[in-house]
Protein backbone atom coordinates (compact mmCIF):
# COMPACT_ATOMS: atom_id res chain seq x y z
CA UNK A 1 0.00 0.00 0.00
CA UNK A 2 1.63 2.65 -0.97
CA UNK A 3 1.17 7.54 0.06
CA UNK A 4 -2.32 7.64 0.01
CA UNK A 5 -1.77 11.75 -0.54
CA UNK A 6 -0.68 12.98 -3.94
CA UNK A 7 0.47 16.56 -4.05
CA UNK A 8 0.51 17.38 -7.79
CA UNK A 9 -2.17 19.37 -9.69
CA UNK A 10 -5.08 17.65 -11.98
CA UNK A 11 -5.20 14.76 -10.18
CA UNK A 12 -8.38 13.78 -8.29
CA UNK A 13 -7.47 13.01 -4.87
CA UNK A 14 -8.11 9.64 -3.32
CA UNK A 15 -10.57 11.10 -0.86
CA UNK A 16 -12.14 14.55 -1.91
CA UNK A 17 -13.71 16.81 0.52
CA UNK A 18 -15.64 19.60 0.48
CA UNK A 19 -17.26 21.66 -2.39
CA UNK A 20 -20.46 19.99 -1.63
CA UNK A 21 -22.52 23.42 -2.24
CA UNK A 22 -20.89 23.94 -5.97
CA UNK A 23 -21.03 20.01 -6.85
CA UNK A 24 -24.65 19.90 -5.31
CA UNK A 25 -25.59 23.12 -7.80
CA UNK A 26 -23.75 22.22 -11.15
CA UNK A 27 -25.74 18.34 -10.59
CA UNK A 28 -29.16 20.33 -10.18
CA UNK A 29 -28.40 22.10 -13.27
CA UNK A 30 -27.89 19.66 -15.11
CA UNK A 31 -31.22 18.14 -13.58
CA UNK A 32 -33.12 20.57 -14.44
CA UNK A 33 -34.39 22.08 -17.66
CA UNK A 34 -32.22 23.50 -20.48
CA UNK A 35 -32.74 26.89 -19.40
CA UNK A 36 -30.94 26.45 -15.63
CA UNK A 37 -28.13 29.15 -15.09
CA UNK A 38 -25.96 26.62 -13.87
CA UNK A 39 -25.47 25.05 -16.83
CA UNK A 40 -22.88 27.40 -17.59
CA UNK A 41 -20.58 27.73 -14.51
CA UNK A 42 -17.32 29.00 -13.88
CA UNK A 43 -15.30 27.58 -11.27
CA UNK A 44 -12.12 30.12 -10.27
CA UNK A 45 -9.70 30.54 -7.28
CA UNK A 46 -6.07 30.67 -7.04
CA UNK A 47 -3.63 28.02 -8.12
CA UNK A 48 -3.66 24.90 -5.81
CA UNK A 49 -6.92 25.59 -4.64
CA UNK A 50 -8.55 22.40 -6.16
CA UNK A 51 -10.15 23.85 -9.71
CA UNK A 52 -9.42 21.07 -11.71
CA UNK A 53 -10.13 18.04 -8.93
CA UNK A 54 -13.69 19.92 -8.51
CA UNK A 55 -14.14 19.70 -12.63
CA UNK A 56 -12.69 15.98 -12.20
CA UNK A 57 -15.26 15.00 -8.55
CA UNK A 58 -18.10 16.66 -10.94
CA UNK A 59 -17.16 14.37 -14.12
CA UNK A 60 -17.38 11.30 -11.92
CA UNK A 61 -20.95 12.17 -10.80
CA UNK A 62 -22.46 12.76 -13.75
CA UNK A 63 -22.36 9.73 -14.95
CA UNK A 64 -24.78 8.56 -12.76
CA UNK A 65 -27.42 11.43 -13.83
CA UNK A 66 -26.52 10.25 -17.63
CA UNK A 67 -24.27 13.10 -18.89
CA UNK A 68 -20.59 12.72 -20.04
CA UNK A 69 -18.23 14.62 -18.89
CA UNK A 70 -15.82 16.29 -22.25
CA UNK A 71 -12.57 17.79 -20.50
CA UNK A 72 -10.03 19.77 -22.13
CA UNK A 73 -7.48 22.09 -20.94
CA UNK A 74 -7.22 24.91 -22.89
CA UNK A 75 -4.60 25.00 -25.52
CA UNK A 76 -4.15 26.18 -29.32
CA UNK A 77 -6.50 23.85 -30.59
CA UNK A 78 -9.19 24.16 -28.43
CA UNK A 79 -11.98 23.48 -30.96
CA UNK A 80 -9.78 20.43 -32.57
CA UNK A 81 -9.30 19.40 -28.88
CA UNK A 82 -13.00 19.65 -28.41
CA UNK A 83 -14.25 17.70 -31.49
CA UNK A 84 -11.46 15.00 -30.52
CA UNK A 85 -12.58 14.74 -26.74
CA UNK A 86 -16.37 14.51 -27.97
CA UNK A 87 -15.30 11.27 -29.81
CA UNK A 88 -13.05 9.92 -27.69
CA UNK A 89 -15.30 10.39 -25.03
CA UNK A 90 -18.48 9.22 -25.87
CA UNK A 91 -17.35 6.70 -28.44
CA UNK A 92 -19.75 4.01 -27.41
CA UNK A 93 -22.99 6.27 -28.36
CA UNK A 94 -21.66 7.33 -31.47
CA UNK A 95 -21.43 6.04 -35.25
CA UNK A 96 -17.70 6.55 -36.40
CA UNK A 97 -17.62 7.52 -40.16
CA UNK A 98 -15.08 5.25 -41.92
CA UNK A 99 -11.66 7.30 -40.77
CA UNK A 100 -9.76 8.41 -43.86
CA UNK A 101 -6.49 8.36 -42.93
CA UNK A 102 -5.09 8.04 -46.57
CA UNK A 103 -2.64 11.20 -46.98
CA UNK A 104 -0.15 12.11 -49.84
CA UNK A 105 -0.23 9.17 -51.76
CA UNK A 106 0.30 9.52 -55.27
CA UNK A 107 -1.55 7.85 -57.76
CA UNK A 108 -0.85 8.63 -61.35
CA UNK A 109 0.44 11.54 -60.37
CA UNK A 110 -2.46 12.54 -58.77
CA UNK A 111 -2.21 13.44 -54.67
CA UNK A 112 -5.06 12.52 -52.56
CA UNK A 113 -4.78 14.14 -49.84
CA UNK A 114 -8.22 13.35 -47.78
CA UNK A 115 -7.01 14.55 -44.34
CA UNK A 116 -7.30 18.86 -46.12
CA UNK A 117 -10.89 17.27 -47.25
CA UNK A 118 -12.20 16.38 -43.93
CA UNK A 119 -10.73 19.71 -42.45
CA UNK A 120 -12.36 22.00 -44.40
CA UNK A 121 -15.66 20.27 -43.28
CA UNK A 122 -16.61 22.87 -40.58
CA UNK A 123 -16.45 22.24 -37.13
CA UNK A 124 -19.75 23.33 -35.87
CA UNK A 125 -21.49 21.25 -38.43
CA UNK A 126 -19.41 18.13 -36.88
CA UNK A 127 -19.81 18.95 -33.21
CA UNK A 128 -23.83 19.44 -34.53
CA UNK A 129 -23.56 15.91 -36.24
CA UNK A 130 -21.79 14.61 -33.16
CA UNK A 131 -24.50 16.36 -30.73
CA UNK A 132 -27.49 15.11 -32.55
CA UNK A 133 -26.54 11.60 -32.15
CA UNK A 134 -26.26 11.79 -28.51
CA UNK A 135 -28.99 14.21 -27.68
CA UNK A 136 -31.28 11.80 -29.79
CA UNK A 137 -29.88 8.88 -27.07
CA UNK A 138 -30.65 11.48 -24.03
CA UNK A 139 -27.27 11.63 -23.35
CA UNK A 140 -25.84 15.07 -22.22
CA UNK A 141 -22.31 16.63 -22.54
CA UNK A 142 -20.09 18.67 -20.27
CA UNK A 143 -17.84 20.71 -21.75
CA UNK A 144 -14.96 20.98 -19.08
CA UNK A 145 -12.49 23.70 -20.23
CA UNK A 146 -9.83 23.58 -17.96
CA UNK A 147 -7.06 26.37 -17.19
CA UNK A 148 -9.52 29.13 -19.40
CA UNK A 149 -7.48 32.26 -20.68
CA UNK A 150 -8.85 35.00 -22.26
CA UNK A 151 -8.68 36.20 -26.38
CA UNK A 152 -8.92 33.57 -27.75
CA UNK A 153 -10.40 33.13 -31.19
CA UNK A 154 -11.44 29.14 -31.12
CA UNK A 155 -13.07 30.07 -27.43
CA UNK A 156 -15.26 32.57 -29.25
CA UNK A 157 -16.56 30.40 -31.64
CA UNK A 158 -16.95 27.59 -29.16
CA UNK A 159 -19.22 29.47 -26.95
CA UNK A 160 -21.00 31.35 -30.19
CA UNK A 161 -21.71 27.24 -30.63
CA UNK A 162 -23.13 26.54 -27.61
CA UNK A 163 -24.82 29.51 -27.04
CA UNK A 164 -27.22 28.67 -29.76
CA UNK A 165 -27.30 25.23 -29.27
CA UNK A 166 -27.93 25.75 -25.86
CA UNK A 167 -31.31 24.52 -25.90
CA UNK A 168 -31.75 22.28 -28.66
CA UNK A 169 -28.66 19.87 -27.27
CA UNK A 170 -27.95 18.43 -24.31
CA UNK A 171 -25.13 20.35 -23.37
CA UNK A 172 -23.42 22.26 -20.37
CA UNK A 173 -20.60 24.27 -19.93
CA UNK A 174 -17.73 24.07 -17.31
CA UNK A 175 -15.04 26.15 -16.70
CA UNK A 176 -12.27 26.76 -14.27
CA UNK A 177 -9.43 29.43 -14.14
CA UNK A 178 -7.64 31.61 -12.28
CA UNK A 179 -9.31 35.03 -11.75
CA UNK A 180 -7.56 37.46 -13.92
CA UNK A 181 -7.53 35.23 -16.79
CA UNK A 182 -11.60 34.12 -16.25
CA UNK A 183 -12.21 37.39 -16.18
CA UNK A 184 -10.80 38.52 -18.97
CA UNK A 185 -12.57 35.89 -21.00
CA UNK A 186 -15.85 37.68 -19.30
CA UNK A 187 -14.81 40.92 -20.92
CA UNK A 188 -15.11 39.73 -24.27
CA UNK A 189 -17.72 41.44 -25.81
CA UNK A 190 -18.25 39.04 -28.57
CA UNK A 191 -18.74 36.17 -26.02
CA UNK A 192 -20.58 38.29 -23.09
CA UNK A 193 -23.32 35.89 -23.05
CA UNK A 194 -20.39 33.90 -20.81
CA UNK A 195 -20.91 36.43 -18.11
CA UNK A 196 -23.76 35.14 -17.11
CA UNK A 197 -22.01 32.08 -16.40
CA UNK A 198 -22.40 31.08 -12.56
CA UNK A 199 -18.97 32.03 -10.92
CA UNK A 200 -17.68 30.00 -8.18
CA UNK A 201 -14.99 31.33 -6.41
CA UNK A 202 -12.51 28.19 -4.52
CA UNK A 203 -11.73 29.37 -0.57
CA UNK A 204 -9.45 27.37 1.78
CA UNK A 205 -11.13 24.05 3.44
CA UNK A 206 -12.09 24.57 7.09
CA UNK A 207 -10.43 23.45 10.04
CA UNK A 208 -12.92 20.54 10.35
CA UNK A 209 -12.54 19.64 6.99
CA UNK A 210 -9.42 19.59 6.82
CA UNK A 211 -9.07 17.52 9.59
CA UNK A 212 -11.25 15.01 8.30
CA UNK A 213 -9.58 14.81 5.16
CA UNK A 214 -6.16 14.13 6.69
CA UNK A 215 -7.81 11.47 9.16
CA UNK A 216 -8.92 9.75 6.16
CA UNK A 217 -6.88 10.07 3.67
CA UNK A 218 -4.28 8.36 6.19
CA UNK A 219 -6.79 5.75 6.99
CA UNK A 220 -6.76 4.50 3.32
CA UNK A 221 -3.16 3.15 3.81
CA UNK A 222 -1.67 1.26 7.15
CA UNK A 223 -0.50 4.13 8.91
CA UNK A 224 -1.91 5.18 11.68
CA UNK A 225 -1.68 8.48 12.84
CA UNK A 226 -2.50 10.55 16.01
CA UNK A 227 -4.63 13.32 16.74
CA UNK A 228 -2.52 15.49 17.71
CA UNK A 229 -0.69 15.10 14.36
CA UNK A 230 -3.78 15.19 12.42
CA UNK A 231 -4.36 18.69 14.26
CA UNK A 232 -1.26 19.63 13.39
CA UNK A 233 -1.17 19.24 9.77
CA UNK A 234 -4.14 20.97 9.25
CA UNK A 235 -3.35 23.84 11.23
CA UNK A 236 0.16 24.06 8.70
CA UNK A 237 -2.24 23.54 5.75
CA UNK A 238 -4.25 26.26 6.86
CA UNK A 239 -6.43 24.75 4.91
CA UNK A 240 -5.13 24.85 1.72
CA UNK A 241 -5.87 22.13 -0.91
CA UNK A 242 -2.65 21.44 -2.38
CA UNK A 243 -0.72 22.03 0.99
CA UNK A 244 -2.46 19.29 2.85
CA UNK A 245 -1.48 16.97 -0.15
CA UNK A 246 2.04 18.05 0.17
CA UNK A 247 2.14 17.99 4.13
CA UNK A 248 0.10 14.54 3.96
CA UNK A 249 2.62 13.00 1.86
CA UNK A 250 5.97 14.11 3.37
CA UNK A 251 4.52 13.23 6.98
CA UNK A 252 3.39 9.89 5.25
CA UNK A 253 6.92 9.50 4.12
CA UNK A 254 9.53 10.26 7.16
CA UNK A 255 7.19 8.20 9.14
CA UNK A 256 6.81 4.77 10.80
CA UNK A 257 3.79 2.76 11.19
CA UNK A 258 2.55 4.57 14.08
CA UNK A 259 2.81 8.43 13.55
CA UNK A 260 3.22 10.98 16.57
CA UNK A 261 3.46 14.51 16.71
CA UNK A 262 7.47 14.62 16.74
CA UNK A 263 7.86 12.30 13.33
CA UNK A 264 4.82 14.87 11.87
CA UNK A 265 6.89 17.74 12.83
CA UNK A 266 9.60 16.42 11.32
CA UNK A 267 7.38 15.05 7.93
CA UNK A 268 6.48 19.30 7.71
CA UNK A 269 10.03 20.85 7.77
CA UNK A 270 10.66 18.48 5.14
CA UNK A 271 7.37 19.44 3.27
CA UNK A 272 8.41 23.14 3.75
CA UNK A 273 11.78 23.36 1.67
CA UNK A 274 9.61 22.06 -1.42
CA UNK A 275 6.59 25.08 -1.18
CA UNK A 276 8.78 27.58 -2.67
CA UNK A 277 9.05 25.84 -5.95
CA UNK A 278 6.33 23.68 -6.43
CA UNK A 279 3.33 26.31 -5.33
CA UNK A 280 4.49 29.74 -4.33
CA UNK A 281 6.32 29.92 -7.52
CA UNK A 282 3.48 29.42 -9.82
CA UNK A 283 1.31 31.70 -8.08
CA UNK A 284 3.93 34.52 -8.35
CA UNK A 285 4.38 33.90 -12.42
CA UNK A 286 0.34 34.59 -12.65
CA UNK A 287 1.31 37.64 -11.19
CA UNK A 288 2.33 41.61 -12.60
CA UNK A 289 5.36 43.22 -11.88
CA UNK A 290 3.35 45.95 -9.92
CA UNK A 291 1.64 43.29 -7.75
CA UNK A 292 5.10 41.65 -6.85
CA UNK A 293 5.82 45.01 -5.62
CA UNK A 294 2.75 44.97 -3.53
CA UNK A 295 3.10 41.79 -2.42
CA UNK A 296 6.61 42.14 -1.66
CA UNK A 297 5.62 45.03 0.54
CA UNK A 298 3.56 43.03 2.22
CA UNK A 299 6.21 40.04 3.33
CA UNK A 300 8.44 42.95 4.74
CA UNK A 301 5.92 44.43 7.07
CA UNK A 302 4.94 42.57 10.31
CA UNK A 303 1.42 40.89 8.78
CA UNK A 304 -1.52 41.76 9.07
CA UNK A 305 -0.49 44.90 8.09
CA UNK A 306 -1.74 48.37 8.16
CA UNK A 307 -2.81 49.88 4.62
CA UNK A 308 -0.88 53.19 5.44
CA UNK A 309 2.04 51.51 6.74
CA UNK A 310 1.93 49.45 2.96
CA UNK A 311 1.48 52.52 1.53
CA UNK A 312 4.44 54.17 2.75
CA UNK A 313 6.90 51.01 2.20
CA UNK A 314 5.95 50.59 -1.13
CA UNK A 315 5.56 54.87 -2.30
CA UNK A 316 2.22 53.53 -4.23
CA UNK A 317 -0.71 56.50 -3.60
CA UNK A 318 -4.20 55.60 -2.26
CA UNK A 319 -5.88 54.90 -5.70
CA UNK A 320 -3.27 52.77 -6.60
CA UNK A 321 -2.94 50.97 -3.66
CA UNK A 322 -6.65 50.16 -3.50
CA UNK A 323 -6.22 48.83 -7.29
CA UNK A 324 -3.86 46.32 -6.80
CA UNK A 325 -4.90 45.32 -3.17
CA UNK A 326 -8.78 44.23 -4.83
CA UNK A 327 -6.91 42.62 -7.54
CA UNK A 328 -4.49 40.69 -5.07
CA UNK A 329 -7.99 40.23 -3.32
CA UNK A 330 -9.89 38.58 -5.94
CA UNK A 331 -7.02 36.73 -7.10
CA UNK A 332 -7.03 35.02 -3.85
CA UNK A 333 -3.58 36.01 -2.66
CA UNK A 334 -4.68 38.69 0.13
CA UNK A 335 -7.59 39.61 1.95
CA UNK A 336 -8.97 41.98 4.90
CA UNK A 337 -8.72 40.33 8.18
CA UNK A 338 -10.39 43.67 9.58
CA UNK A 339 -11.20 47.40 8.20
CA UNK A 340 -7.68 49.04 7.06
CA UNK A 341 -5.83 45.75 7.57
CA UNK A 342 -4.55 43.35 4.85
CA UNK A 343 -2.61 39.86 5.20
CA UNK A 344 -1.56 36.85 3.02
CA UNK A 345 -4.27 34.18 2.39
CA UNK A 346 -1.56 31.43 1.25
CA UNK A 347 0.22 29.93 4.00
CA UNK A 348 4.22 30.12 3.87
CA UNK A 349 3.72 32.75 0.89
CA UNK A 350 4.89 35.63 3.64
CA UNK A 351 8.15 33.55 4.64
CA UNK A 352 8.90 32.45 1.34
CA UNK A 353 8.77 36.05 0.18
CA UNK A 354 10.74 37.84 2.82
CA UNK A 355 13.70 35.19 2.80
CA UNK A 356 13.91 36.65 -0.70
CA UNK A 357 13.62 40.05 -0.20
N1 LIG B 1 -11.50 19.16 -2.18
C1 LIG B 1 -10.32 18.54 -2.15
N2 LIG B 1 -10.11 17.48 -1.33
C2 LIG B 1 -8.90 16.87 -1.32
N3 LIG B 1 -7.85 17.22 -2.07
C3 LIG B 1 -7.99 18.26 -2.91
C4 LIG B 1 -9.23 18.97 -2.99
N4 LIG B 1 -9.10 19.97 -3.90
C5 LIG B 1 -7.84 19.88 -4.36
N5 LIG B 1 -7.16 18.86 -3.78
C6 LIG B 1 -5.76 18.50 -4.06
O1 LIG B 1 -4.99 19.70 -4.12
C7 LIG B 1 -4.07 19.67 -5.20
C8 LIG B 1 -4.33 20.84 -6.14
O2 LIG B 1 -5.59 20.69 -6.76
P1 LIG B 1 -5.89 21.15 -8.26
O3 LIG B 1 -7.27 20.75 -8.57
O4 LIG B 1 -4.82 20.65 -9.16
O5 LIG B 1 -5.77 22.75 -8.11
P2 LIG B 1 -5.98 23.89 -9.19
O6 LIG B 1 -6.57 23.25 -10.42
O7 LIG B 1 -6.90 24.88 -8.56
O8 LIG B 1 -4.61 24.49 -9.41
C9 LIG B 1 -4.24 18.31 -5.85
O9 LIG B 1 -3.27 17.45 -5.31
C10 LIG B 1 -5.61 17.88 -5.44
O10 LIG B 1 -5.69 16.48 -5.38
MG1 LIG C 1 -5.88 23.06 -12.36
Not at 52 to 79: C, D, F, H, S
Not at 249 to 272: C, F, H, L, M, P
Amino acid sequence: MGNPFYPSYGILPKVFLGREDIIREFLYGLENAPGDPNRSTAITGARGTGKTAVLKEIGKEMLRLGWIPVYVLMKNELLDDIYEETIHSCKEHIKQESKRKVTGISLFQVSINWENIEQEERWEAKMHNLLSQLTEKSIGVVFEIDEVQGNSEDLRRFAAFFQQYREAFKIALLMAGIPHQLDSVFSDKVISFLRRSRLKQLGLLSASESKILIRKTFSLSHKHITEEAVDFIAEKSGGFPYLIQLLGYEVWESAADDIDIEQTRAGVNKAETYIGSSLIELILQDLSLTDKDFIYGLAALRTPAKVSDLMEYTRFDRNKLNQYRRRLDREGVIYSPERGYVDFVIPYMKEYLSERL
